[in-house]
C-alpha cells in the first residue's frame, strides 16, 4: 500500500492554516480591539503583549500558501484567480498594520494616534479579508478546462460579507480573551467584560453559518443530516455549546487562562466542522485533492522538504512563547 500524498499534504496544509488562525488570530485581535480601548497607556500594554512574537506569527500563512502551490497547483491557480482582490486587500492589510505596529513606537504624542489608528484599520481589513475568502471558498468556485471560470466580484455575495464580519468576532474573542491571560489590573478586568458579549456574538455567528451553509449548499446538508453521519459528527455542535459556555463561566471567575484555551477549542470546533463540510474537496464543489494534485514526485520532493523545516518552526515558535511567558505590565514589559 502507497503512501497517499495528497492526503498528507492537505493535513499539512490544514494544519499550517489552523495554526496561522490560532496564532496570528489574536494578534490582529488586538488591532481590532484597539477602538474600545482609549487609553495610550493600555494601548501599549496590548501592543507589548505581542511585541516579541507577532511577525513570526504570520509564518503559517507563507507556509499554507507555499504548500498549495507545491501540492496542488490547480487550486493555487484556482483559488488565487477567484480571490484576487479579497488575497491583495489582506496582504495590504497585513502591510499596512505591520509598518504602523513598527512606527508607533517611534512616534511622539503627535502622530501617535495616527498609527493607533492605522494599526486598527489594517487588522480590521486584513481580518474581514480573510473572512470574506473562506465564505467564498465555502460557497465554491466555477472551473471551466482547469481554470477559474467566474468574474472578478464572484466572491462577493452576501454570505462571504456575513463570514467576513464572523472572523472578525473571531479574533476579537482571540485577542480579549489573550489579553486576560496576558494582563491584569483594569485591562485584563475591561478584557473581561469585553469578551463576554463577543462570545455570545461568536456564537450567533457560528449558528448562522452553520444554518446558512447546508441550506445553500444541499451537498453540505447530506454530509451533516444523512445517517449514520448525523450520529459521528452530532458531537462537534455540541461541544461548541459547552465550549462557548465554557469561555461565558471562566470569564465570569478569576481565571487567566482558561478563558483562551477554551476559545481556542471553539475555533477548532469551527475549523472541524468546515473541514467536515468541504472534505475531500480542496476546490469547493467538485474537485477533490486526489483531482487537484501535483505529479507524486514532485509532492515527494517537497515532502522532504516540509518535513524538515516544519519541526524548526514548531521549535523556534514554542521557544520564543516559552520565552516571554508570564503577564504584561504597564511601563515594564514582562514580569
Known amino acids: 500500500m502507497g503512501i497517499d500524498l495528497p492526503l498528507i499534504w492537505a493535513i499539512i496544509i490544514g494544519f499550517g492554516l489552523m495554526m496561522y488562525v490560532i496564532m496570528d488570530g489574536f494578534d490582529l485581535g488586538i488591532g481590532i480591539l484597539f477602538p474600545f ?48 482582490l479579497p488575497l491583495v486587500a489582506m496582504l495590504a492589510g497585513l502591510i499596512w498594520r505591520g509598518v504602523a505596529f513598527e512606527f508607533r513606537f517611534k512616534a511622539d504624542a503627535t502622530h501617535k ?8 484599520w489594517g487588522s480590521y481589513i486584513a481580518a ?30 452576501p454570505f462571504s460579507l456575513f463570514t467576513g464580519l464572523g472572523l472578525v468576532i473571531a479574533y476579537a474573542l482571540l485577542g480579549s480573551t489573550w489579553l486576560v491571560m496576558k494582563t491584569e489590573g483594569a485591562l485584563q478586568q475591561r478584557m473581561r467584560a469585553l469578551a463576554r458579549p463577543v462570545t455570545i456574538a461568536l456564537l450567533i455567528a457560528i449558528v448562522v453559518v452553520s444554518l446558512w451553509t447546508p441550506l445553500a449548499h444541499p451537498q453540505v ?39 483562551f484555551v477554551l476559545t481556542l477549542l471553539l475555533l477548532f470546533l469551527g475549523y472541524s466542522g468546515l ?61
Open 275 to 335: 473541514a467536515i463540510s468541504l472534505w475531500p474537496h480542496i476546490i469547493p464543489p467538485a474537485i477533490s485533492i486526489w483531482d487537484a494534485a501535483a505529479p507524486p514526485q514532485s509532492m515527494g520532493f517537497a515532502l522532504v522538504g516540509a518535513l524538515f523545516i516544519i519541526p524548526f518552526i514548531l521549535v523556534y515558535t514554542a521557544w520564543s512563547y516559552y520565552v516571554f511567558r508570564g503577564k504584561v505590565s504597564a511601563g515594564e514589559g514582562y514580569h
Open 128 to 157: 474581514f479579508s480573510q473572512g470574506v475568502a473562506l465564505g467564498a471558498f465555502i460557497d465554491g468556485f466555477e472551473v471551466t478546462d482547469g481554470a477559474y471560470g467566474g468574474g472578478a466580484l464572484g466572491w462577493l455575495t
Open 113 to 120: 494616534p495616527f498609527w493607533d489608528k492605522a494599526f486598527a
Open 221 to 259: 446538508a447530506s454530509r451533516w443530516f444523512s445517517f449514520p453521519n448525523i450520529v459521528f459528527f452530532s458531537p462537534v455542535p455540541v461541544l461548541v455549546l459547552l465550549a462557548s459556555g465554557g469561555v461565558v463561566r471562566a470569564l465570569r471567575r478569576d481565571t487567566h487562562a482558561a478563558p
Open 37 to 84: 480601548v482609549p487609553g495610550r497607556d493600555d494601548r501599549d500594554t496590548m501592543i507589548n503583549t505581542v511585541a516579541p512574537v507577532w511577525d513570526g506569527n504570520e509564518t503559517w500563512l507563507v507556509l499554507g500558501g507555499a504548500a498549495l502551490m507545491a501540492a496542488f497547483p490547480l487550486a493555487y491557480a484556482v483559488i488565487l484567480s477567484a480571490l484576487y
